[in-house]
């Protein structure tokens, strides 16, 4: 698992919860997402644990709760700017669930999923937005279909059942950086 594309200077963690995209699929999308564990609190393992299939379902209340899920995402990306990547980006990481973009459904096989430490009120970190950026450059060299017009928020892909980024995430500035 891990052959395949893994950016440059982010920490590599290979998550099992990933596959194989259906043949014939062009990456063009690109989905933000948010992330805390437990809800609200930041630092620790529990977000690398999550997407390990390692995390203490007895380490917190709600871990009982979540413990059993398979997921992750391509990228995480800590409030200090700090980044890992859990899937190369050539795989499907088990990312956005049930979802919708422009029309076609299961957006796990056309696109990256990148997460940033953070809740939908709290405003993301100055390095949060830097390391966004130099990543997603660093993703459209590999998919340059992934045009400004295809990055897009979990809350927009799965509406009613996902808020994030939710409002704190600065789209206008996260744009900006891309410019």
Request: proline content about 9%.
């Amino acid at each position: 698992m891990n052959d395949g594309i893994w950016l440059p200077g982010v920490r590599r963690l290979p998550s099992p919860n990933c596959d194989e995209r259906p043949p014939g699929s062009t990456v063009d999308l690109l989905v933000i997402h948010n992330i805390s564990l437990p809800p609200g609190e930041f630092g620790g393992p529990w977000i690398e644990d999550l997407f390990l299939n390692r995390l203490d379902p007895h380490a917190h209340p709600y871990f009982a709760e979540i413990a059993t899920l398979r997921v992750s995402a391509h990228l995480l990306i800590r409030r200090d700017g700090s980044s890992c990547q859990f899937v190369p980006l050539e795989r499907r990481a088990w990312q956005a669930g049930v979802s919708c973009f422009a029309g076609r459904e299961r957006c796990n096989d056309f696109s990256i999923g990148i997460e940033l430490e953070g809740t939908d009120e709290l405003p993301y970190t100055d390095a949060q937005y830097e390391q966004l950026a130099t990543l997603t450059q660093q993703i459209r060299t590999h998919y340059p279909a992934i045009v400004p017009q295809r990055i897009t928020g979990h809350a927009d892909i799965a509406p009613g059942r996902k808020t994030d980024p939710g409002p704190a995430f600065d789209w206008e500035r996260y744009r900006s950086l891309l410019a």
